[in-house]
């Protein structure tokens, strides 16, 4: 089945950019997401790219697919401290959006 | 209502008891999900409902785990002889098709003790 990978944690200066990247392992999948987790809320969907799209940019986000290297990314300009919480990468695998399979979670922190 | 209602928001239980989550979905969503998010995981995806069929119970841990949307509005996630490894987050979702975005609840905190 599908596998999704992601590092753990990123740090960064309030203003500069933050980039979070994650892996996958389903070839078919055919939509990736981008879903924000801020402590004791729920999981906010922030983006998403359909696999035949190589970038997708959407306000400060900008989500970057590379189909050869199976990799994702989501890059966040400006970063402000409201940004600060758990970004998780999902995707859907041959049988279509309804039933995700989610990395572990990236903390991204922000340093005054 | 305006999103994802799912109650009650905290569980604490006993081992061995039976406990269920309750999820309203957004009004006119069709389909419905069940995701466990165990501490310091991601969501793991439990079992999808297409309006009042189970449509995809694969990851289900269990037959102690089953969940019913009678009605194909409200569904329950039913937990039986509850072990302490069942502690975790429950989230639930819901989207208006099956291949449209989905919304996700605040989830309910469950705690075996």
């Known amino acids: 089945g599908e596998d999704v990978e992601q590092s753990l944690f990123l740090s960064v200066r309030e203003g500069d950019s933050s980039v979070i990247n994650c892996t996958y392992t389903d070839s078919s999948s055919t939509y990736l997401y981008w879903y924000k987790q801020e402590p004791g809320a729920g999981l906010q969907l922030l983006t998403y790219i359909f696999s035949n799209m190589d970038m997708k940019q959407d306000q400060r986000l900008t989500v970057l697919l590379n189909k050869k290297d199976k990799h994702l990314s989501l890059r966040i300009a400006d970063t402000q401290t409201g940004d600060s919480a758990i970004y998780f990468c999902a995707g859907s695998g041959i049988q279509g959006a309804q039933k995700l399979v989610f990395g572990q979670g990236t903390r991204l922190t922000i340093n005054p | ?113």
């Open chain 2, 1 to 113: 209502g305006a999103g994802v209602s799912q109650t009650p928001s905290n569980k604490v239980t006993e081992k061995g008891k039976y406990v269920e989550l309750r999820c309203d979905p957004i009004s006119g969503h069709t389909a419905l999900y069940w995701y466990r998010q165990s501490l310091g995981q991601g969501p793991e995806f439990l079992i999808y409902f297409q309006g009042t069929g189970a449509a995809d119970d694969s990851g289900l841990p269990n037959d102690r785990f089953f969940a019913v949307r009678p009605e194909g509005s409200v569904s329950t996630l039913k937990i039986q002889r509850t072990e302490r490894g069942d502690s975790a987050v429950y989230l639930c979702a819901s989207s208006l098709h099956q291949n449209t975005e989905a919304f996700f609840g605040q989830g309910t905190r469950l705690t075996v003790v």
